[in-house]
């Protein structure tokens, strides 16, 4: 039996920056003459979806901690909307599979999406200075019979236009990147060098955020210093500070950090330094989906004199294996995989090759600027008396998070700020 592979899920995440208006294909969209329907997402994030969300979202940063990639990290929110377009064309017990990953507390396939419309709906609304925007594509090889209805959904619930091109044609890899360059403000400018001849299909996933801190740190505090790698070597690094003022800290006991919002008030970065005597990486693989909310509330007004590294971390993953441990399995089988919901071929079986994801993210004295790009390839107060001292001068955990949601949108360690 000729196989086929499924190529495309292709999530980016971007903080700092601009993205305005819609991206353009050359393509021919499938879509042009498809109008979205109306969905009612009212009482969608229900306390069962977002424990969901939550779980997915720290499943998956704990299992692509396996890796054992430098400076790991992830946009849950990204790889979760590229994974519910795929599973809109899934069939069968691989469904089954598909909501058990994404909808880890008994959510349907229904639930899950329109969890993900609701999602998408509040972050194009966040307030203040933040710009987080969110944008979906399907690309199609010319022969591959795509089926209305999944169409539809994917139009229905994620804004997704569906592009036919030949694959075969060597500008169509060219026109893909410059999608997703465009969707990521410049900050992603290439995922595919080229296309394999086995490929019929990507599903994109775009997401861009920028957010400015509610406080910003002056430049001209800055000073140089070191930063403690886990092996014990010592890196330059720069050090945002804002001298003693006052803070949302965190103090556990099994971490201390910090809760810095932006200036939308919706979300917030977090930074978390475990204990002495625990790596980054054994801490980060205890956090489960309660964790990001529990910090959230632990956090209290504290005068703290803060030293906060400028970095800029880039990783990119390949999620098979991630995505297997969370028990997406059929998917990958060219034998088993059931996508006959989202087209067919005229021979040969449609599976999953590989789950491409590609994350950028720079911290500096303004605030944050982030971009991540999943491919799923199938195929100022008076100085107090007290307070306290927080440097993160070696590995640490940290996130952008959804104050709301108690929700990752990007999470990651920072293990070397030279690298």
């Avoid at 997402?41 to 998956?60: I, K, V, Y």
């Avoid at 199609?140 to 169409?151: I, Q, R, S, V, W």
């Avoid at 800029?312 to 969370?326: H, Q």
Wanted: hydrophobic share 40%; proline share 3%.
């Amino acid at each position: 039996m000729k196989r086929r592979v499924l190529a495309g899920l292709i999530c980016i995440g971007l903080l700092f920056g601009s993205f305005t208006g819609c991206i353009q294909a050359k393509a021919a969209d499938l879509t042009a003459g498809y109008t979205a329907n109306s969905v009612n997402t009212e009482g969608a994030l229900t306390d069962e979806a977002l424990d969901s969300l939550r779980s997915f979202s720290m499943e998956l940063f704990r299992q692509s901690l396996v890796s054992g990639e430098e400076n790991t990290l992830v946009s849950p929110t990204s790889v979760l909307l590229a994974l519910a377009l795929t599973a809109n064309g899934a069939s069968g017990d691989m469904l089954k599979e598909f909501e058990a990953v994404l909808g880890q507390e008994g959510l349907s396939l229904t639930q899950i999406d329109l969890a993900c419309k609701a999602l998408m709906e509040q972050y194009g609304d966040t307030g203040g200075s933040t710009v987080l925007r969110i944008a979906n594509s399907i690309w199609y090889d010319e022969g591959f019979a795509a089926e209305k209805a999944f169409l539809q959904t994917d139009a229905d619930y994620f804004g997704a236009p569906a592009f036919q091109k030949s694959f075969r044609d060597s500008g169509t890899a060219d026109e893909v990147n410059a999608w997703i360059e465009e969707a990521t403000g410049g900050l992603i400018p290439k995922m595919l060098d080229k296309i394999d001849a086995e490929t019929v299909m990507f599903l994109i996933n775009a997401l861009y955020l920028k957010a400015t801190w509610q406080s910003e740190f002056d430049p001209n505090d800055n000073y140089d210093g070191e930063f403690t790698t886990e092996e014990g070597t010592a890196v330059p690094a720069t050090f945002m500070t804002k001298g003693i003022s006052r803070e949302q800290y965190i103090d556990t006991g099994d971490e201390t950090g910090v809760l810095l919002p932006y200036d939308d008030g919706k979300l917030a970065f977090l930074a978390l330094l475990p204990e002495e005597g625990t790596s980054a990486s054994d801490y980060a693989a205890s956090l489960d989906g309660d964790s990001i909310g529990n910090l959230i509330a632990a956090a209290e007004d504290t005068s703290v004199l803060l030293g906060l590294p400028k970095f800029k971390a880039e990783c990119g993953l390949t999620l098979n294996d991630t995505l297997k441990a969370m028990g997406l399995v059929t998917a990958f089988d060219p034998d088993k995989a059931d996508f006959s919901a989202m087209g067919k071929l005229s021979q040969g079986n449609v599976y999953v090759g590989s789950v491409l994801h590609r994350t950028v993210l720079k911290v500096d004295e303004k605030g944050t600027e982030a971009a991540a790009a999943t491919i799923v390839e199938m195929s100022g107060t008076s100085m107090p008396m007290d307070y306290v001292t927080l440097r993160f001068d070696r590995p640490f955990v940290y996130a952008v998070v959804d104050l709301a949601n108690n929700l990752p949108v990007f999470i990651g360690v920072m293990d070397n700020t030279a690298a």
